[in-house]
C-alpha cells in the first residue's frame, strides 16, 4: 500500500474525528412534552356507611344496698362448732358485708343457760371468734369485726325446752354506729 495516498486520508479522518470531540452535545429535549400517565380505574366497591358513633352514656352501676337483717349463726351444743346450716347463712353474710367494705359489725355470742356462768361466757365469746374467723377467711377485713361474748345473759327464747336452748346456742352480727 501506497503511504502518500493512504496519509491523507487517515489525517483527515483523524481530524474529523477530533472536530467531532471537540463539539459540545446538546441534549434532544422535546419543546413542551406534556406526560400524561394512565389512570387506571379502580373497581367501585360497594361500601356500607358506617353507623354514627353512638354516645355510651356512663351510666352508674346499680349498687344493692346491704341487708344487714341477718339470722342467727346456730351452734352445736357446748360448743364453737358451727351447724351446718349455718354455713349458708354466712356465705350470705359475706355477700352483704362485701357490698359496703367501710361498714363495721359486732359479733355477738351467746349460750344457753347450761353449765356455769364463766363457762358460758368462754363459750360466747369462742363462738364469737369462730364466725369472725370465717368471715375473714371469706375476705372480710379483720378491723372491721369486733367480736364480744355475751354467754347466758341475753337469751332470746326460753331456756326451759331444748327448742329455746337451741335458738340461745347464737352469734349475732349488728352493724356497728
Same mark, same amino acid.
Request: hydrophobic share 35%; with cysteine.
Given at each position: 500500500?501506497?503511504?502518500?495516498?493512504?496519509?491523507?486520508?487517515?489525517?483527515?479522518?483523524?481530524?474529523?474525528?477530533?472536530?467531532?470531540?471537540?463539539?459540545?452535545?446538546? !441534549?434532544?429535549?422535546?419543546?413542551?412534552?406534556?406526560?400524561?400517565?394512565? &389512570?387506571?380505574?379502580?373497581?367501585?366497591?360497594?361500601?356500607?356507611?358506617?353507623? @354514627?358513633?353512638?354516645?355510651?352514656?356512663?351510666?352508674?352501676?346499680?349498687?344493692?344496698?346491704?341487708?344487714?337483717?341477718?339470722?342467727?349463726?346456730?351452734?352445736?351444743?357446748?360448743?364453737?362448732?358451727?351447724?351446718?346450716?349455718?354455713?349458708?347463712?354466712?356465705?350470705?353474710?359475706?355477700?352483704? !358485708?362485701?357490698?359496703?367494705? @367501710?361498714? &363495721?359489725?359486732?359479733?355477738?355470742?351467746?349460750?344457753?343457760?347450761?353449765?356455769?356462768?364463766?363457762?358460758?361466757?368462754?363459750?360466747?365469746?369462742?363462738?364469737?371468734?369462730?364466725?369472725?374467723?370465717?368471715?375473714?377467711?371469706?375476705?372480710?377485713?379483720?378491723?372491721?369485726?369486733?367480736?364480744?361474748?355475751?354467754?347466758?345473759?341475753?337469751?332470746?327464747?326460753?331456756?326451759?325446752?331444748?327448742?329455746?336452748?337451741?335458738?340461745?346456742?347464737?352469734?349475732?352480727?349488728?352493724?356497728?354506729?
Amino acid at each position: 500500500m501506497n503511504i502518500q495516498k493512504t496519509y491523507p486520508c487517515v489525517v483527515l479522518l483523524a481530524a474529523l474525528m477530533s472536530m467531532q470531540a471537540c463539539k459540545s452535545k446538546k !441534549m434532544a429535549v422535546q419543546p413542551s412534552a406534556v406526560v400524561e400517565t394512565e &389512570k387506571k380505574e379502580e373497581p367501585v366497591r360497594e361500601t356500607k356507611p358506617e353507623p @354514627a358513633p353512638v354516645e355510651k352514656k356512663e351510666e352508674e352501676p346499680v349498687v344493692e344496698k346491704p341487708n344487714y337483717n341477718f339470722k342467727n349463726i346456730l351452734f352445736e351444743f357446748d360448743s364453737g362448732v358451727l351447724k351446718t346450716e349455718s354455713y349458708s347463712v354466712l356465705d350470705q353474710i359475706v355477700r352483704e !358485708m362485701k357490698k359496703d367494705p @367501710a361498714a &363495721k359489725f359486732t359479733i355477738n355470742g351467746h349460750a344457753s343457760l347450761e353449765g356455769s356462768a364463766e363457762h358460758n361466757m368462754a363459750l360466747s365469746v369462742d363462738r364469737a371468734n369462730a364466725v369472725k374467723l370465717y368471715l375473714v377467711n371469706a375476705g372480710i377485713n379483720p378491723a372491721s369485726l369486733t367480736a364480744e361474748g355475751f354467754g347466758a345473759t341475753k337469751p332470746v327464747a326460753s331456756n326451759d325446752t331444748e327448742e329455746g336452748k337451741s335458738l340461745n346456742r347464737r352469734v349475732e352480727i349488728k352493724l356497728s354506729k
